[in-house]
């Protein structure tokens, strides 16, 4: 089973700078308070095909990480580790056409994904009804499937040793494993996640509007400085 949640939002603001913002975007909490969260960022790769002159880049974030307390509760601690509290890498891809007017990303998690497998997509295009100049369109899919019900699906007998294994540990929810089955563990996952996705979809679009607006009104050069303040500070603070 998979579960996808789809959005679609316009960004009153052109489509190259809403691309730079893209990029910006967890640069520092100082320039997007909504991304206190990420830890780090880290580019893997930055090409621009010569035949298309499309831009390709894959980047790495570290984030703060914590699963939805309602999902602790359908898992024995051998899957999470006594708690919910952990750092999550992040992989994302995107390619930009700055000539046609579009960028692809995607962004998948690294961690967790014997529970939960979340891939991001987002379109981020040019309207073709609007003039080029006024916004953005962006159309965000996330994909999200437990992996783990495909795994106790695959085996009929792992939910009750699950189970099993769980009431043996002193844990609470090893009846409710085996009465739940398999289908339902991974179902449940599936839409609590969801569930929490919606939100984090708002405050990521909160995070970049707060962007955008600082590029609107301080220009590239005024983001970068503030950047670089936000860095020198953390840096002192070190010491």
């Known amino acids: 089973m998979v579960l996808v949640h789809t959005t679609?939002?316009?960004?009153?603001?052109?489509?190259?700078?809403?691309?730079?913002?893209f990029f910006l975007r967890y640069c520092s909490p100082q320039?997007?308070?909504?991304?206190?969260?990420?830890?780090s960022t880290?580019?893997?790769?930055?090409r621009v095909d010569p035949a298309t002159g499309r831009l390709h880049t894959t980047r790495i974030h570290l984030k703060k990480s914590r699963l939805p307390p309602a999902i602790m509760k359908l898992l024995p601690s051998t899957l999470t580790g006594?708690?919910?509290?952990?750092?999550?890498?992040?992989?994302?891809?995107?390619?930009?056409?700055?000539?046609?007017?579009?960028?692809?990303?995607?962004?998948?998690?690294?961690?967790?994904?014997?529970?939960?497998s979340v891939v991001e997509r987002q379109l981020y295009a040019v309207p073709r009804s609007k003039p080029p100049a006024d916004s953005t369109d962006v159309e965000t899919k996330v994909v999200f499937r437990s992996r783990l019900g495909e795994r106790i699906r695959?085996?009929?007998g792992q939910a009750q040793a699950q189970a099993e294994a769980?009431?043996?540990a002193g844990e609470g929810n090893g009846g409710f494993f085996a009465r739940l089955g398999a289908r339902g563990i991974q179902r449940s996952i599936e839409t609590l996640a969801s569930s929490k996705t919606q939100d984090q979809l708002g405050k990521s679009r909160e995070g970049m509007r707060i962007i955008l607006e600082r590029l609107r009104h301080t220009g590239i050069m005024g983001v970068?400085?503030?950047?670089?303040?936000?860095?020198?500070?953390?840096?002192?603070?070190?010491?």
């Open 166 to 168: 769980a009431a043996a």
């Open 224 to 239: 970068l400085e503030l950047r670089r303040m936000a860095s020198q500070r953390g840096m002192e603070a070190a010491h």
């Open 31 to 39: 320039l997007n308070p909504f991304a206190s969260h990420v830890l």
């Open 8 to 21: 679609n939002h316009t960004y009153s603001h052109p489509f190259p700078t809403v691309t730079l913002a």
């Open 82 to 116: 006594g708690t919910s509290d952990k750092a999550s890498y992040i992989l994302e891809t995107s390619v930009v056409d700055m000539r046609e007017g579009w960028m692809s990303t995607e962004s998948r998690n690294l961690n967790f994904v014997g529970v939960l």
């Open 42 to 46: 880290d580019t893997i790769e930055s």
């Open 154 to 156: 695959d085996r009929p």
